[in-house]
């Protein structure tokens, strides 16, 4: 059977970005506010930085970086830590600062998303086809919990319209995916514990409970990139998770006995911004955006295998299969958010 008879639908490489998150880049330290926040804005300080941490602004916050801080941070974004975030989960910022949580508003864009992704499906299946779902996240929690989301959303809709598909979706931690380790992004190299502790919390149904971990995926990566990781790196990282998680995808479906009644695998990849960007290159051949909408869709099709041969991970950033992207992109299904 040629590779290009069979829909592996990453018809849903569904590249879902997370929806609008809490500080990534600089945690809520109380200290960095009087770098960050505008005079008009520093009566605010007495009540969130006691005065006993403000001496240790110059200690934490070095000279270099103090304009960086107001690049990547917009200060549209700064009051909402205290706003959006509830006092159960400070704890987790302070524990873990680089892993912050969705938002209220992320939750409902990811179930907006998984609902859009129903409604294509919908279109693209056939009642004579069996259509497997796998969910790839990146570690990160606010992958994870978009992930959960999308799920979510997927099922409402499906109560909703009363239709024939699987609902049955399965989901696995892709280290690959994870954020880029930027400099600008994290302060300090983010422990590969992150990954045993997310498959952990998706096992025990901490999180992801309304989909069962796929125990016989196995990871492109086994580890998050090494910090810190430059722009190319990056891009090479999502065109081999991209490569090679297709090629152990299409040998699967090869290899299952009932391959020519119809079995459809349909592949969610949620990741982040810089993510997104790269996949589209690699499913386009075209620049990504810089930026991109929060839980955006990207809707591709594998076409068939290029002439470059499948190197090894992360040596290339020319990919090694040929895609129909139908949404690049995608948000107008979310307009009031």
């Not at 978009?146 to 099922?155: N, P």
């Not at 380790?181 to 045993?196: K, T």
């Not at 990056?234 to 299409?250: C, E, N, P, W």
Request: hydrophobic share 35%.
């Amino acid at each position: 059977m040629k590779i290009s008879a069979i829909f592996l639908a990453l018809a849903a490489v569904s590249l879902a970005v997370p929806a609008p998150q809490l500080d990534i880049v600089t945690p809520p330290k109380p200290r960095q506010l009087d770098i960050v926040t505008p005079p008009k804005h520093r009566r605010q300080i007495d009540i969130v930085t006691p005065p006993k941490h403000r001496r240790q602004i110059d200690i934490v916050t070095p000279p270099k970086h103090r304009r960086q801080i107001d690049i990547v941070t917009p200060p549209k974004h700064r009051r909402q830590i205290d706003i959006v975030t509830p006092p159960k989960h400070r704890r987790q910022l302070d524990i873990t600062p680089y892993d912050p949580p969705l938002t209220n508003d992320g939750h409902m864009q990811a179930q907006r998303t998984g609902a859009l992704i129903h409604t294509l499906e919908q279109n693209a299946a056939s009642s004579t086809q069996r259509t497997e779902y796998l969910v790839l996240t990146s570690p990160f929690l606010r992958c994870v919990q978009t992930s959960e989301e999308l799920c979510r959303g997927f099922h409402r809709q499906h109560t909703q319209m009363h239709s024939s598909l699987n609902t049955e979706w399965q989901v696995a931690v892709e280290p690959g995916l994870c954020e880029v380790m930027s400099e600008n992004y994290f302060a300090e190299p983010v422990p590969d514990s992150l990954i045993d502790q997310r498959i952990s919390d998706i096992a025990s149904k901490k999180v992801c409970g309304n989909m069962a971990y796929d125990t016989t995926y196995t990871q492109v990566k086994q580890e998050l990139p090494t910090y810190p990781e430059n722009f190319q790196d990056m891009m090479a990282r999502f065109v081999g998770t991209l490569d090679y998680t297709t090629s152990k995808q299409i040998d699967e479906l090869l290899a299952q006995a009932d391959v020519e009644t119809g079995v459809r695998k349909v592949v969610v990849m949620v990741t982040h911004g810089a993510g997104v960007g790269s996949l589209l290159w690699a499913t386009t051949r075209q620049p990504g955006a810089h930026t991109v909408p929060y839980c955006c869709l990207t809707q591709a099709q594998i076409v068939a295998r290029t002439s470059q041969p499948l190197s090894m991970f992360g040596t290339t950033r020319i990919p090694a299969y040929q895609w129909t992207v139908n949404y690049r992109a995608y948000s107008e299904h979310l307009p009031n958010l």
